[in-house]
């Protein structure tokens, strides 16, 4: 019944490997994870690289653990041929036994079920599979229907989710022919890296948008992604009937990025009431769409009181939905830093003197502050100069932080002041972290 689109979708069954593009950095944890007994599940926005970095995923099986072409089914759920059972979950295991009947599989299964969100029950089939043994399971999904929350209730632990960011800064340059492995590389590219960074803050990292170099249409396509993933996913999955007023708070959320707010603040701004501007935000969040970061506080009460700060899920996509970007530079760098840090699993949050003195990013690790990050565009300017030191000073001695750091467009130094050292260093260097 499904033979058909079974072999359509597996080319490399013949020993054909995919055509990759640029290796993402997030296949090293597929490969690091592999091993175990647990269902792999790649999740975050959409259009952010996900089918692809499965079939990077098939490539490395292949090449490197010699598994047989035959013993690896990759399933793209969203197919026309397939989306007529989507509310028929015993499709799965038709499908899945039309699978088994045409290659006779022995030994591991590997099953990649690509926008498995498409079938509102597939866990059902996913962990019945799973019980019987034998079959390691790899799925993908827009995160606004494939959510670790509801993979843990779900599958009762049994998943471990692999976030899918767009492109980080390093594999942009790649992106754009650009190769650097070690400092020296970096020295001799550094025309051409700082070129990249200015085309990654103003455009963001979406893999598709990476290669058009018209700004406009880049533009035009990035707010298509905006508009279908509040449309097409938020709206439907929460019934909001009034989505123009999700859309609103959208757009107005971008104009804003790395800003303060207050549900309080936004409901008086966007004519909605707190509840549901609250709930709003929980729905951008569960879309990979925006982010919200707390003050640092050891007291639970007083960090859910404190204004919170909001960052998106990519500077091209936030400047193309947004009213202006020149004025706005500085909180898009401030947005691609947090971006990386969210990439490097820390946990985030932003910090206020006893004085009221801000700092963009306090990085906690076992309830302990470890790290104390300002960004600035720049530190020529003396009254700039001054008042980024000062916040951060302040905030080296109030947590004990004996290191602190700067992240700027370009400016370069290192700071000693009073047995202090604060590093400042260019963006486009610090997102390709320990180089």
């Known amino acids: 019944m499904f033979e058909q689109v079974i072999v359509d979708q597996n080319p490399h069954w013949r020993g054909q490997l995919y055509d990759e593009g640029v290796r993402r950095n997030a296949l090293g944890k597929v490969v690091e994870l592999f091993e175990l007994p647990h269902i792999l599940c790649l999740v975050g926005v959409r259009r952010a690289?996900?089918?692809?970095?499965?079939?990077?995923?098939?490539?490395?099986?292949?090449?490197h653990n010699e598994v047989d072409p035959r013993n690896i089914l990759f399933l793209n759920l969203e197919t026309p041929q397939f989306s007529r059972y989507r509310n028929d979950v015993t499709a799965l295991e038709r499908i899945f036994e039309d699978y088994l009947k045409l290659v006779a599989p022995e030994g591991l299964i590997v099953c990649f079920l690509d926008e498995v969100h498409f079938f509102p029950e597939w866990q059902v089939f996913v962990k019945d599979r799973y019980e019987r043994k034998g079959i390691k399971f790899i799925v993908t999904g827009s995160n606004s229907r494939l959510l670790s929350s509801?993979?843990?209730?779900?599958?009762?632990?049994?998943?471990?989710?692999?976030?899918v960011l767009p492109f980080s800064f390093p594999e942009l340059a790649v992106s754009r022919g650009i190769e650097v492995g070690d400092r020296a590389s970096m020295l001799r590219e550094r025309h051409h890296l700082r070129n990249a960074f200015d085309r990654y803050l103003r455009g963001g990292g979406f893999p598709e948008t990476a290669y058009i170099e018209n700004e406009a249409a880049g533009k035009e396509v990035l707010v298509m992604y905006a508009r279908n993933i509040l449309y097409q996913d938020i709206a439907p999955r929460f019934g909001i009937k009034?989505?123009?007023?999700?859309?609103?708070?959208?757009?107005?959320?971008?104009?804003?990025?790395?800003?303060?707010?207050?549900?309080?603040?936004?409901?008086?701004?966007?004519?909605?009431?707190?509840?549901?501007?609250?709930?709003?935000?929980?729905y951008f969040a569960d879309a990979y769409l925006l982010f919200a970061v707390d003050a640092h506080n050891f007291s639970v009460k007083e960090q859910i009181r404190s204004p919170k700060k909001i960052y998106a899920i990519d500077t091209g996509m936030a400047a193309a939905t947004a009213f202006s970007f020149t004025?706005?530079?500085?909180?898009?760098?401030?947005?691609?830093?947090?971006?990386?840090?969210?990439?490097?699993?820390?946990?985030?949050?932003?910090?206020?003197t006893a004085n009221g003195l801000e700092v963009d990013f306090t990085l906690r690790e076992s309830n302990r502050l470890t790290e104390l990050i300002q960004v600035a565009w720049g530190m020529k300017v003396e009254k700039t100069r001054a008042r980024e030191l000062k916040a951060l000073l302040k905030a080296m001695d109030e947590t004990h932080v004996a290191a602190g750091t700067i992240i700027t467009y370009e400016d370069e130094e290192e700071i000693r002041e009073g047995g202090r050292t604060i590093q400042v260093t260019p963006a486009y260097k610090y997102l390709f972290g320990e180089i």
């Open 327 to 352: 004025e706005n530079q500085g909180h898009y760098l401030e947005n691609l830093v947090y971006l990386e840090l969210k990439r490097r699993g820390k946990e985030i949050f932003y910090y206020r």
């Open 242 to 282: 009034k989505a123009q007023e999700l859309e609103n708070l959208f757009f107005y959320l971008t104009s804003n990025v790395a800003s303060l707010f207050t549900y309080n603040r936004l409901a008086s701004l966007i004519a909605l009431n707190d509840k549901t501007i609250k709930e709003y935000l929980s």
């Open 49 to 63: 690289g996900k089918s692809t970095l499965a079939r990077q995923a098939i490539n490395h099986l292949m090449r």
């Open 150 to 163: 509801e993979l843990i209730t779900l599958l009762s632990g049994r998943a471990l989710p692999i976030e």
